[in-house]
């Protein structure tokens, strides 16, 4: 009510409303979700299951790779779980196609929430803050992902996705650049 009064002449602007904290957090957690049951499922579609054991580590592994995180093998110097699988034919999909997916989720998640949260005459950099602010869901669930993707069978005894990567690029980098592009692009494509 005191947003529409007069002041000296001039209307007073609404009042704006926070980075939606809680609904960033939502739509991050679903796209870490979404992102991780895609890639197991193209797991088991697209390779026999005599070829890869342990298939749901070996999807985490696929699915933090797919963001930059490399695989740590207790003793070994890290790899890449994903590349290695698509150069070995075992993977009939070219490494790329994971990341554009990750990235088409994650991208989708800040265009959603940017989209349905946006206020009238909101810029495009407080629509890149809205789409970054899912890094603020997917951040918890890939640490705790990269933890419960740990398998100590043989061939990949105490073999991991490296913590620190996942934190970093998976939880906090990739989530937040991508999803300030679809906030971005969201605030964009309405003429905002």
Do not use: C, H, K
């Not at 105490?158 to 906090?172: E, R, S, Y």
């Amino acid at each position: 009510m005191a947003a529409q009064q007069q002041q000296g002449g001039q209307a007073a602007t609404p009042a704006r409303q926070g980075v939606p904290l809680q609904q960033g957090a939502l739509f991050g957690a679903a796209a870490f979700v979404v992102g991780y049951v895609m890639t197991f499922v193209w797991t088991m579609i697209d390779t026999e299951s005599n070829e890869i054991e342990n298939t749901f580590e070996v999807a985490g592994w696929l699915f933090f790779n797919a963001q930059f995180v490399r695989i740590e093998p207790e003793g070994s110097a890290t790899f890449d779980m994903l590349s290695t699988l698509a150069a070995a034919d075992v993977l009939s999909l070219p490494a790329l196609v994971f990341t554009v997916a990750v990235a088409l989720i994650l991208f989708g998640a800040g265009y959603l929430v940017t989209d349905r949260y946006m206020t009238p005459g909101m810029s495009a950099d407080e629509g890149t803050v809205y789409g970054a602010s899912i890094a603020v869901g997917y951040l918890p669930l890939a640490f705790l992902g990269a933890l419960l993707f740990e398998t100590s069978e043989p061939p990949f005894t105490d073999t991991t996705p490296d913590i620190f990567g996942a934190v970093l690029l998976a939880g906090i980098v990739f989530p937040a650049l991508v999803g300030a592009l679809g906030g971005y692009y969201a605030v964009r494509s309405r003429g905002s």
